[in-house]
T-cell receptor, first 113, second 112 residues
Framework: DGGITQSPKYLFRKEGQNVTLSCEQNLNHDAMYWYRQDPGQGLRLIYYSQIVNDFQKGDIAEGYSVSREKKESFPLTVTSAQKNPTAFYLC????????????FGDGTRLSIL | DAKTTQPNSMESNEEEPVHLPCNHSTISGTDYIHWYRQLPSQGPEYVIHGLTSNVNNRMASLAIAEDRKSSTLILHRATLRDAAVYYCILRDDGNYGQNFVFGPGTRLSVLP
């Protein structure tokens, strides 16, 4: 089945460490997105990529970095500069075009030890 | 981005219809109305979308007001699996660079 795979489901990080969250899709979608969700809140856009080797900052990009070297992969690195990284991270992909929906993974929950 | 307003929470009884409202008084002529829902500890899933006419699919119906300043997501028979947060989103699908903006949504509780 086609879909989006995020790994790991749960991740723990020590203070001062960088950590990378994986997102892979086999839907052949051009666009990919990373969102952050805090308890009881909506989703906030961190980074997005409309095409390979290109990505744009979203609303809360500070303390995060991404790469898009392959169409199917869009890893997110949470750096030590992100002061409050504990959150639920969601990856999505979408085929560009009119009325195309976003498809989401099941998320990675990141916690600080 | 055009904004939407939804109630924070709603309750429904199982097997009864549910009408989830969304106000979008500043909607532009090219904005599509999208609905997603998010079950606990999962990513959001697409429910339905429309532009001007009412829409039906296997999951739900979308009723759009004639002036397009409001819309209603209709679940015809709520089940316990429909308990989720429902997001109403406007997006100009002709704008290549525009993104989806997920607000806090409406938390739907379904009572057995």
């Amino acid at each position: 089945d086609g879909g989006i795979t995020q790994s790991p489901k749960y991740l723990f990080r020590k203070e001062g460490q960088n950590v990378t969250l994986s997102c892979e899709q086999n839907l052949n979608h051009d666009a990919m997105y990373w969102y952050r969700q805090d308890p009881g809140q909506g989703l906030r856009l961190i980074y997005y990529s409309q095409i390979v080797n290109d990505f744009q900052k979203g609303d809360i990009a500070e303390g995060y970095s991404v790469s898009r070297e392959k169409k199917e992969s869009f890893p997110l690195t949470v750096t030590s500069a992100q002061k409050n990284p504990t959150a639920f991270y969601l990856c999505a992909s979408r085929q560009t075009g009119i009325a195309q929906p976003q498809h989401f993974g099941d998320g990675t929950r990141l916690s600080i030890l | 981005d055009a904004k939407t307003t939804q109630p924070n929470s709603m309750e429904s009884n199982e097997e009864e219809p549910v009408h989830l409202p969304c106000n979008h008084s500043t909607i532009s002529g090219t904005d599509y109305i999208h609905w997603y829902r998010q079950l606990p500890s999962q990513g959001p899933e697409y429910v339905i979308h429309g532009l001007t006419s009412n829409v039906n699919n296997r999951m739900a119906s979308l009723a759009i007001a004639e002036d397009r300043k409001s819309s209603t997501l209709i679940l015809h028979r709520a089940t316990l699996r429909d308990a989720a947060v429902y997001y109403c989103i406007l997006r100009d699908d002709g704008n290549y660079g525009q993104n989806f903006v997920f607000g806090p949504g409406t938390r739907l509780s379904v009572l057995p």
